[in-house]
């Protein structure tokens, strides 16, 4: 089994968080991926976050396929709805 680590090791297995993301997401952004995530985690729909924060579903949609940045007014919103760390979209 492979251990994901901040940063590679010494150890054989051991791989970078960049390295995973472009293994597993290839060509998406880590703040698309992690927008998505927040959201399957709480399991609201683009719909019911848009509501929660004042976003356009279509806007968020955009977002969580990397066809338009999350700004740092619009990270704010999302992760105080998310439960999550505003900084984990920019």
């Given at each position: 089994?492979?251990r994901?680590?901040?940063?590679?090791?010494?150890?054989?297995?051991?791989?970078?968080?960049?390295?995973?993301?472009?293994?597993?997401?290839?060509?998406?952004?880590?703040?698309?991926?992690?927008?998505?995530?927040?959201?399957?985690?709480?399991?609201?729909?683009?719909?019911?976050?848009?509501?929660?924060?004042?976003?356009?579903?279509?806007?968020?949609?955009?977002?969580?396929?990397?066809?338009?940045?999350?700004?740092?007014?619009?990270?704010?919103?999302?992760a105080?709805?998310?439960?999550?760390?505003?900084?984990?979209?920019?």
């Amino acid at each position: 089994m492979r251990r994901y680590v901040d940063s590679i090791e010494s150890e054989d297995d051991a791989i970078s968080l960049e390295d995973f993301f472009a293994g597993h997401f290839p060509g998406e952004s880590k703040p698309s991926v992690n927008l998505r995530g927040a959201r399957g985690k709480e399991e609201l729909t683009q719909r019911q976050l848009a509501e929660m924060t004042g976003i356009p579903q279509r806007h968020i949609s955009e977002m969580e396929n990397g066809k338009r940045p999350i700004g740092k007014e619009a990270a704010k919103k999302l992760a105080k709805a998310l439960n999550v760390d505003y900084r984990v979209f920019l």
